[in-house]
């Protein structure tokens, strides 16, 4: 996400996905939106899902950034051969919140240089916690390796 929203911003989205999509409560809610509205499904891309659910960073120009970001997982790998990071995570989302035992769902982000795609495991995350959770984890660049990349991009959008 670093390349394309700060550090803080990235840290804030998370925060909303892992409440968004916590144990009990929370959970149980997606559930019955994801019944109602098939918010994730073909029908929809992450970022219109995301937008709907409120899950942007609160500054605005972040929020642009964000958008463009959850449009450019199209263009990601994921550990499913020939199925794109964004639609990876759609089906891993619309698979969950429609199944029989729906895990909670843990968002992170691990070092694009380490591995370039998106990937969904099940496990245990939160070392704390005996909860299984659905984790996704997204590849990512520090934002402070990609401010001049942005800076440059932003640069040419104002002209």
């Given at each position: 996400m670093g390349a394309?929203?700060?550090?803080?911003s990235t840290a804030d989205v998370l925060f909303q996905l892992n409440n968004r999509f916590g144990p009990g409560a929370p959970l149980d809610e997606m559930v019955t939106i994801q019944k109602e509205f098939q918010v994730f499904s073909e029908r929809y891309s992450l970022k219109q899902a995301f937008r709907l659910l409120?899950?942007?960073?609160?500054?605005?120009?972040e929020r642009r950034f964000w958008f463009v970001f959850l449009e450019a997982l199209k263009n990601y790998v994921s550990d499913q051969e020939g199925i794109s990071g964004h639609d990876r995570i759609v089906r891993a989302y619309q698979e969950n919140l429609e199944g029989?035992?729906?895990l909670p769902v843990h968002t992170t982000t691990h070092r694009l240089a380490d591995d370039r795609r998106v990937m969904v495991t099940q496990g245990h995350p939160i070392i704390y916690e005996p909860q299984e959770y659905l984790t996704i984890s997204i590849p990512t660049k520090p934002a402070a390796e990609s401010l001049p990349r942005r800076a440059a991009a932003e640069a040419r959008r104002t002209g």
């Amino acid at each position: 996400m670093g390349a394309y929203i700060t550090d803080t911003s990235t840290a804030d989205v998370l925060f909303q996905l892992n409440n968004r999509f916590g144990p009990g409560a929370p959970l149980d809610e997606m559930v019955t939106i994801q019944k109602e509205f098939q918010v994730f499904s073909e029908r929809y891309s992450l970022k219109q899902a995301f937008r709907l659910l409120h899950i942007v960073p609160a500054d605005f120009t972040e929020r642009r950034f964000w958008f463009v970001f959850l449009e450019a997982l199209k263009n990601y790998v994921s550990d499913q051969e020939g199925i794109s990071g964004h639609d990876r995570i759609v089906r891993a989302y619309q698979e969950n919140l429609e199944g029989a035992r729906p895990l909670p769902v843990h968002t992170t982000t691990h070092r694009l240089a380490d591995d370039r795609r998106v990937m969904v495991t099940q496990g245990h995350p939160i070392i704390y916690e005996p909860q299984e959770y659905l984790t996704i984890s997204i590849p990512t660049k520090p934002a402070a390796e990609s401010l001049p990349r942005r800076a440059a991009a932003e640069a040419r959008r104002t002209g």
